[in-house]
């Protein structure tokens, strides 16, 4: 179990801290010590249900940044075997904020696509933040033209506050490579599954999103503009980010509710990092489903499903 804990789960910690003092302590007849330990766990327990029971949007978005929580090498190392990275675009760099590759997946091999946050500093300086610049998207592009060479599916893990809004990749042209990409998505001849893992920001998560299947873990977001962005917009005032969270309906639910996703998927007690193996496992299941579904379209029939999707997105009203 990780230790790091979030402002609201304060008194989760307090407890935690007391069952590690507690690691300590000798008791000679052990049985007391083992009664108090087994207290306080079925305590913290109850105490984590009924904070999770309850979390506010924003609170939902703190968990999707969690700085433990699970990246894509994370669950690549538990889900895929004989996995190997691609790396270039062919045209400029290797951008690190975007892995890919081919591996196995129960048996069948796939074309991995996802965003990649770092641990420390060095990392997430090497990784820019998981905020993919032109180069990324079109290495995306790259791996996506030969998954359908070699008819392979396409799975995607969504993780990323944005695409970089830096001078160098609007002189690149960032806009045209996510445009492209979504472009190339709409039309790719093989299944697509897409999942949101943590963070899913504006049109650098959508770029890898276009899917016959979207996914979301439970406590993970999906919106057009971070919080803190909206804020900014609309009240000139990033720190109103929480009532923006609030507005936005960025939550996995609120999401399925709209029908904008597929399935959301439960996540362990306290969020995925508390246990990123039932939380593979539970991606697996998912995926097995999905993929078995998907295999079993004809591609024209995929294609046009896909588009249709697409086109049904949203609402409006005439005046």
Known sequence: MDSTFLEFEKPIAEIEAKLEELQYITDESGEGLSLEIARLKSKSQAITKNIYNSLSDWQIAQIARHPMRPYSLDYIELLFT?????????????DFAIIGGVGRFEGR????????KGRDTK?????NYGMPKPEGYRKAQRLMRLAEKFNLPVITFIDTPGAYPGLGAEERG???AIASSLFKMSKLTVPIISIVIGEGGSGGALAIGVADKLLMLQYSIYSVISPEGCASILWKNAELAEKAAEAMQITAKSLKEYGLIDAVLQEPLGGAHRSLEEMADSIRSSMV???DELLAVDKNTLVSNRQARIADYGEYKKN
Not at 123 to 127: D, F, L, M
Request: negative net charge; charged residues 35%; aromatic residues 10%.
């Open 82 to 94: 004989d996995f190997s990275e691609l790396h270039g675009d062919r045209m400029y760099a290797d």
């Open 109 to 116: 091999s796939i074309m991995f696509i996802g965003h990649q």
């Open 123 to 127: 990392e997430r300086v090497r990784r």
């Open 174 to 176: 960032q806009s045209e």
């Open 289 to 291: 489903k999905s993929l």
